[in-house]
């Protein structure tokens, strides 16, 4: 008895100008793909309804296949252990929920501030962080995830920009004002917080319908417009915090310490916290230059009126 020629499920989708066919198999060994005139012919050996089998088909197309355009078929996307389709679909879920988790976090606290700033007006100032510190906290903590992202490929952000915002920001929250109560109380840690939270109102839902596809002009104009005149003040924010914390730091002299024998030197932390000033700046300048870029990108380059 002759062997069946076993064909295996062939999906089909098109746009425009291109052709999108999946082959539902796993495990694929020795693919062989080819195009003849107008017909496209497969075999191979893989799992698929019938088992572990050699699969093929023959697709015809209506027209003759150019030798310029074989490549932008994409020959096949072969189904393995997990297609790139459900991959992807991950990856932008995983995104999506990221995200959202951060945008309700942000806007949580700034709707918290703006609402007591009505009500309270400049007292509201002075106990923000024993308001808002927990959730700044967790927001905080949770944006190490981005840098992770942009270091394995997730995201195609480049790392450093990630990387500076990332210490700049926890350095503030966690030692200025986590470790000092002295600095838990002024009026500097509001104007930090919202100028933080101010900017990730509008960058994470940018990012959340990314993942989706979607593009609101609006928001997506916000996202990279706001940052201008944020930017630089959520910097001379973080700068003042500093400054006001050199000398709760000698004061106290926390996170200070004496250089062992035969030096004897004491070293202040005040004297890293002004090498930190100088590194602040220099952050602001990489990362404005980063996001300079990527707004000239998106709207710098406009088309010529012809006359």
Same mark, same amino acid.
């Given at each position: 008895m002759e062997n069946q020629v076993l064909t295996p499920h062939v999906y089909w989708a098109q746009?425009?100008?291109?052709?999108?066919?999946r082959v539902e198999l796993s495990d694929v060994q020795n693919p062989a793909i080819s195009i003849t005139e107008?017909?496209?012919?497969?075999?191979?050996?893989?799992h698929g309804a019938k088992g572990d089998n050699v699969y093929e088909f023959h697709l015809e197309f209506l027209d003759l296949v150019k030798p310029e355009e074989e490549e932008r078929l994409n020959k096949l996307r072969i189904e393995s252990q997990g297609s790139p389709e459900t991959l992807t679909s991950l990856k932008k879920? +995983?995104?999506?929920?990221?995200?959202?988790?951060?945008?309700?976090?942000?806007?949580w606290i700034f709707v918290n501030m703006t609402v007591r700033f009505f009500i309270l007006g400049k007292e509201s100032f002075y106990d923000t962080f024993h308001t808002l510190a927990d959730m700044m906290y967790f927001c905080q903590m949770l944006s190490a995830v981005e840098m992770i992202n942009a270091a394995i490929g997730v995201t195609k952000s480049p790392v450093m920009p990630s990387l500076i915002q990332l210490c700049g920001r926890n350095f503030i929250l966690f030692i200025i004002f986590g470790t000092m109560?002295?600095? /838990?109380?002024?009026? $500097?840690?509001?104007?930090v917080f919202y100028s933080w939270s101010a900017i990730e109102i509008f960058r994470y839902p940018f990012y959340m319908l990314s993942c989706i596809d979607m593009d609101w002009k609006v928001l997506t104009w916000l996202r990279y417009t706001v940052w201008i005149p944020l930017y630089p003040l959520?910097?001379?924010?973080?700068?003042?915090?500093?400054? /006001?914390?050199?000398p709760v730091f000698n004061e106290t002299g926390r996170f200070s310490f004496t250089l062992p024998y035969p030096l004897k030197i004491k070293v202040r932390f005040s004297f890293f916290l002004q090498i930190y000033l100088i590194l602040l700046f220099l952050g602001l300048y990489i990362n404005?230059?980063?996001?300079?870029?990527?707004?000239?990108?998106? +709207?710098?380059?406009?088309?010529?009126? $012809?006359?």
């Open positions: 746009r425009h100008r291109e052709l999108y066919l107008n017909v496209l012919h497969f075999k191979a050996q893989g879920g +995983y995104l999506f929920m990221y995200n959202l988790v951060q945008f309700l976090g942000f806007s109560e002295e600095m /838990q109380n002024k009026a $500097v840690v509001f104007f959520g910097c001379l924010a973080e700068a003042v915090s500093v400054i /006001q914390s050199i404005f230059r980063h996001l300079y870029k990527q707004r000239r990108r998106r +709207y710098g380059q406009k088309k010529k009126k $012809v006359h």
